[in-house]
């Protein structure tokens, strides 16, 4: 079993930034693969990022546009989600999930735990 809890979440400028936090429980998160994805009021969930057991491969979703980093500390228990240049758009519940199947996957299946979600919030 993993325990997600993410954090960092907020209100911020257009063209600002934050930093959000995914820690996890349980002494085998190595093992686990770690997505971002989010949810904005009355639109389906959507993968953002992607980070391989290790932390030495990531994905992105193309709407990333080399705005956001993911990243990950095992021995923290910790992925992370730095997101510069914020667009209102980017407007949305944060959600961040573990699973072990595949590498860095960008299907909501794939994971199997979910953590609570962190909002965020982008003005223009």
């Known amino acids: 079993q993993v325990q997600l809890v993410e954090s960092g979440g907020g209100l911020v400028q257009a063209g600002g930034s934050l930093r959000l936090s995914c820690a996890a429980s349980?002494?085998?998160?190595?093992?686990?693969?770690v997505g971002w994805f989010r949810q904005a009021p009355g639109e389906a969930r959507e993968w953002v990022a992607s980070?391989?057991?290790?932390?030495?491969?990531?994905y992105y979703a193309d709407f990333v546009g080399g705005r956001f980093t993911i990243d990950r500390d095992n021995a923290k228990n910790t992925v992370y989600l730095q997101m510069n240049s914020l667009k209102p758009a980017d407007t949305a519940v944060y959600y961040c999930?573990?699973?072990?199947?595949?590498?860095?996957?960008?299907?909501?299946?794939?994971?199997?735990?979910w953590g609570q979600g962190t909002q965020v919030t982008v003005s223009s």
């Open positions: 980070i391989n057991r290790s932390g030495s491969v990531t």
């Open positions: 349980g002494r085998t998160f190595s093992s686990y693969t």
């Open positions: 999930a573990a699973g072990q199947r595949g590498h860095g996957s960008s299907y909501s299946g794939d994971y199997d735990y």
